[in-house]
């Protein structure tokens, strides 16, 4: 499977703390995104990280990629009660152009 | 800010009927998608669409699927003949090119409930 692994499956935190959720995945990728969805709600892109980057800023989000391990992490600081949301990492591979899903991480902040 | 747009938000559907969800892909973008997610569980890949042809598809896209672009807007997903199994929240994509940048942007979703 190509899919990414997000860890932890669940995560809560109160508001204001930093959240910090991993991804891993198997092959070559051309890139990795995260996104964000609301129970019940469509998938909003976050970020794009390229196989060559290592790390990217967006507002309060952070992402790393180590593609000799295969993993990235996306951190979100002064967490806010509406980050609550779950975080999926998904993956382009290379040569390819669809998304690769990982399980997705629950976040909870809590006010 | 453009976005990709789904239609109908939610359809519940007697089982073995057929099925049409319908996108409106972002309008400069060139390739188009269709996820899924069954409730609870990961976003899953269903198929890719390129120059009017399927690029990529998974496994689950299987015969009684079919995808189609009618005219310079639209983009379908058909269910031919719906199982309880396909109950699921449908996605549309888009994205702009193929390249190491290419941010997939997804709709809000059509829920397709089978009874």
Redesign the interface.
């Known amino acids: 499977s190509q899919q990414g692994e997000e860890d932890p499956q669940a995560l809560s935190i109160q508001e204001g703390e930093n959240a910090t959720m991993n991804c891993s995945y198997k092959t070559s990728i051309n890139n990795l995104q995260w996104y964000r969805q609301n129970s019940g709600r469509g998938l909003v892109h976050l970020i794009l990280i390229r196989s060559n980057e290592r790390e990217k800023h967006s507002g309060r989000l952070r992402v790393t990629l180590d593609t000799s391990k295969k993993s990235s992490s996306l951190l979100i600081t002064a967490s806010r009660a509406a980050d609550t949301a779950s975080y999926f990492c998904a993956t382009v591979l290379t040569g390819a152009n669809n998304l690769f899903f990982g399980t997705g991480t629950r976040l909870t902040v809590i006010p | 800010e453009p976005e990709v747009t789904q239609t109908p938000s939610h359809q519940v559907t007697q089982m073995g009927q057929e099925v049409i969800l319908r996108c409106v892909p972002i309008s400069n973008h060139l ?1 188009f ?1 269709w ?1 899924r997610q069954i409730l609870g569980q ?4 269903l198929v ?1 669409f ?1 120059n009017n042809e399927i ?2 598809k998974s496994e689950i896209f299987d015969d009684q699927f079919s995808v189609e672009r009618p005219d310079g807007s639209n983009f379908t997903l058909k269910i031919r003949s719906t199982k309880l199994e396909d109950s699921a ?1 449908y ?1 549309c ?1 888009s ?1 702009l090119d ?1 390249g ?10 059509s ?1 397709l409930t089978v009874v």
């Open positions: 390739y998608y996820y990961k976003v899953e890949f890719s390129y690029s990529e929240m996605f994509a994205s193929g190491a940048g290419n941010t997939i942007y997804f709709g809000e979703g829920w």
